[in-house]
Structure formats: structure tokens, C-alpha cells
T-cell receptor, first 114, second 115 residues
Framework: DAGVIQSPRHEVTEMGQEVTLRCKPI?????LFWYRQTMMRGLELLIY????????DSGMPEDRFSAKMPNASFSTLKIQPSEPRDSAVYFC????????????FGPGTRLTVL | AQSVTQLGSHVSVSEGALVLLRCNYS??????LFWYVQYPNQGLQLLLK??????LVKGINGFEAEFKKSETSFHLTKPSAHMSDAAEYFC?????????????FGSGTRLSIRP
């Protein structure tokens, strides 16, 4: 299996622009997670889906952030408008229903907002 | 509420020396516990996990961790460090199996290996 795929790997944008991060989970996995990692706050869970349905979005920082999972093989995390404080590495992870706590992480997207 | 505390944000050991990374947990229910490793510019990778089957858990790359309920600890060890072990290590806790999908991560410990 190719593992969790994220794109782009690096994104540099200017404040106020819309940013869309993409994730393809491992085929057959039922859970999908979006995390944000910063030096100051460490690894934070933003939102997770089960069978394409958002279950817990309590970690989404504010309304500028939104996430969708239109089908089992694709998810997006959108920031609109972006701000410099959104600069971070964003990880997507997925897991199977037989072992939902065993999460497989993608390589991450490093976002820089100027 | 569940949480984990990793003692020491940075640990440095010599190649061939014992690796000991400390983690203490807080949980009101029997926890599931994990160690993840993150190599530079990569995502996290599961090293090992404790699910109450055995207190000593063996993981990949020669690492192991022991669950000690009396000490609320889940320290990670490796008898002999290798240069390739240099990475960031995260301890994590899962509140209950039914909601095990929501894992709480510690702040991480950066492991450096001296030649």
C-alpha cells in the first residue's frame, strides 16, 4: 500500500489567500484525522471523520478552517482566509475500524503564510 | 481527563548506550498507551502500543516499553542506541477503546545520538 498521501508537501502563500490541503487515506481505512503541529502547541487534533462523517471538530481553531470528506478516499482541509499564525505542519492520518487507535500518518504539508 | 507528560524535551546519549525516554500518564480509566517516532520531515510512525495484554511491550527497531500502573508510567527503552534512532518521540494515550480513535499526544522528546 502507498500509505497516506498528502499534497502539497509544501505550501507558501500570502495572508488572506485561501489554502487547500489534500489527503488520501489508506484504502479500506474508516477513520481519517487532521492534525496540526507547531513548536509552541505541539501536535493538535483538529478534526476526525468516521466513514466520511465528521465526528469531532472541537479542535478546529476557528471558522476560517473547514474540512470535508466527500468520499472514502479523499479529504480536504481548507483555510480561508489564511493568517501567518496558521503556519504549521498539517498531518493527515487514517486508521482501520478493527484498530482505530493505530493511526498511520502521512508525510505532512508544511504551510507558510507570509 | 486523560493526559501524558514526557519528562525531558531533549535527551542525548552516546551511540551504544541505553536509551530511556520517560512518559507518565494520567487516566481515570485503564488506558491504551502508545509511543510514536517522527523522523525529520516525516509523519509519525507507531513504535509500539499497550492494550493491557502484557505489561512489557516490544516494538519495532529494538524498542520496548513497560506499563507500570503503580507509577503511572510507560517509559520507552532501547538497550543500545544507534545513530539512526535520532528522532522525535511522542508518548500518547487513548481514553477508552470505544473512542480510541481520539489519541492525546505528549509534547515530544527529541533524541540525539552522539558518535
Amino acid at each position: 500500500d502507498a500509505g497516506v498521501i498528502q499534497s502539497p508537501r509544501h505550501e507558501v502563500t500570502e495572508m488572506g489567500q485561501e489554502v487547500t490541503l489534500r489527503c488520501k487515506p489508506i484504502s479500506g481505512h474508516d477513520y481519517l484525522f487532521w492534525y496540526r503541529q507547531t513548536m509552541m502547541r505541539g501536535l493538535e487534533l483538529l478534526i476526525y471523520f468516521n466513514n466520511n462523517v465528521p465526528i469531532d471538530d472541537s479542535g478546529m481553531p476557528e471558522d476560517r478552517f473547514s474540512a470535508k470528506m466527500p468520499n472514502a478516499s479523499f479529504s480536504t482541509l481548507k483555510i480561508q482566509p489564511s493568517e501567518p499564525r496558521d503556519s504549521a505542519v498539517y498531518f493527515c492520518a487514517s486508521s482501520h475500524r478493527d484498530s482505530p487507535d493505530t493511526q498511520y500518518f502521512g508525510p505532512g504539508t508544511r504551510l507558510t503564510v507570509l | 481527563a486523560q493526559s501524558v507528560t514526557q519528562l525531558g524535551s531533549h535527551v542525548s546519549v552516546s551511540e551504544g548506550a541505553l536509551v530511556l525516554l520517560r512518559c507518565n500518564y494520567s487516566s481515570s480509566v485503564p488506558p491504551y498507551l502508545f509511543w510514536y517516532v517522527q523522523y525529520p520531515n516525516q509523519g509519525l510512525q507507531l513504535l509500539l502500543k499497550y492494550t493491557s495484554a502484557a505489561t512489557l511491550v516490544k516494538g519495532i527497531n529494538g524498542f520496548e516499553a513497560e506499563f507500570k500502573k503503580s507509577e503511572t508510567s510507560f517509559h520507552l527503552t532501547k538497550p543500545s542506541a544507534h545513530m539512526s534512532d535520532a528522532a522525535e518521540y511522542f508518548c500518547a494515550v487513548s481514553p477508552t477503546y470505544s473512542s480510541a480513535s481520539k489519541i492525546i499526544f505528549g509534547s515530544g522528546t527529541r533524541l540525539s545520538i552522539r558518535p
